[in-house]
Nanobody, 129 residues
Framework: QVKLVESGGGSVEAGSSLTLSCTAS????????IGWYRQVPGKQREAVAT???????MYSDSVKGRFTISQDKARFIVFLEMTTLQPEDTALYYC???????????????????????WGQGTQVTVST
């Protein structure tokens, strides 16, 4: 069974950096994609960044140039390094996995029509002015 556990959230001031981690277990599929999504209460969940097993990466326009997604394939950990954080980045950040050969581009561009198979519980990021 696939399990995703997020960590690294917290409260920071605007302009700060924070790195989230997503530790995945139970992924036995050769082709997969893991992404970071965020949700603010009352708004639709947004796809932020995705990375697939082939190393492809995609970012939403709102975080491009500020966030970097990477993975440690040996340990099945996906990181989201967030820099120059702004109050509008405040959200509950989720890690989610698509299996079956979904690419990073598909996972980001087709969300939410293409909904990840597995989700973590989320980690809160709060950015204050």
């Amino acid at each position: 069974q696939v399990k995703l556990v997020e960590s690294g959230g917290g409260s920071v001031e605007a302009g700060s950096s924070l790195t989230l981690s997503c530790t995945a277990s139970g992924i036995t599929y050769s082709g997969y994609c893991i992404g970071w999504y965020r949700q603010v209460p009352g708004k639709q969940r947004e796809a932020v960044a995705t990375i697939d097993s082939g190393g492809g990466v995609m970012y939403s326009d709102s975080v491009k140039g500020r966030f970097t997604i990477s993975q440690d394939k040996a340990r099945f950990i996906v990181f989201l390094e967030m820099t120059t954080l702004q109050p509008e980045d405040t959200a509950l950040y989720y890690c989610a996995a698509d299996v079956g050969g979904v690419t990073a581009r598909q996972a980001l561009e087709l969300y939410p029509a293409l909904n990840p198979n597995f989700w973590g519980q989320g980690t809160q990021v709060t950015v204050s002015t």
